[in-house]
């Protein structure tokens, strides 16, 4: 099926990434879905955003070019009500934590998203240079090439959504991506078998109100 996409920079009216029935597994919930172009991504960014409450860690899987970014990138955006909001990439400096500024969905003003990339680091050494107990039990964590976190990290599988995408290169040329959760996920397991979930709207920011607060 052919999923139309609103021109660049509209994204408020794309329609929904392609989706197939849920499935239910032996090892939990899963959704499967066709992104067609940026956009798709950037939606499924958005649906994400409207269901994460804090506790909730999201693990974005795939090679390089697969569009982990971008996905981080519409989630945060979304999530902090600024459609234009500098999200830089945490592979040098590991980390970055943002702040929520206004009540959203499921988050309460004051609420910390984090946005973590281990990939430039050996395996495991990320384990000292952040405090993942905490977060993993209090904030949303975002972190892409999850893989790379080592034995001594180890994500709750109860509270995580994981996202893997297939496929590289241009993004025009689509990508397959699996949403699954274990079978002790209980929260995320009902989100899957509900999807896809609305887009909640929040806040409008005035055009050049966009840096939000990163800590």
Known sequence: MSVPVAPSGSCSSVTSPEVQPPTSTADG?????????????????????????????????????????????????HVMQREALEVPSPSYLISFTYVVEDDYGLLKKGSKVHHLDPYRLASGKVAALFDFDTAFKEDITIIEWPERLGSNVTPPTSSSLVVYFSGVGPQAVGRHVTL??????????????????????G????????QGTIE
Do not use: F, H, M
Request: overall charge positive; hydrophobic content about 35%; aromatic content about 4%.
């Open 29 to 77: 919930q899963s959704v499967s879905l066709l992104l067609q172009s940026e956009d798709d991504t950037v939606r499924l960014g958005q649906q994400i955003a409207s269901v994460v409450r804090p506790g909730c860690t999201v693990l974005l899987k795939g090679n390089l070019g697969a569009g982990k970014t971008c996905l981080a990138r519409a989630l945060l955006r």
């Open 180 to 201: 699954s959760c274990g079978d002790d996920a209980e929260y995320w397991s009902s989100v899957l078998k509900a999807w896809p979930p609305k887009i909640r709207t």
């Open 203 to 210: 806040k409008p920011r005035p055009v050049g109100d966009q």
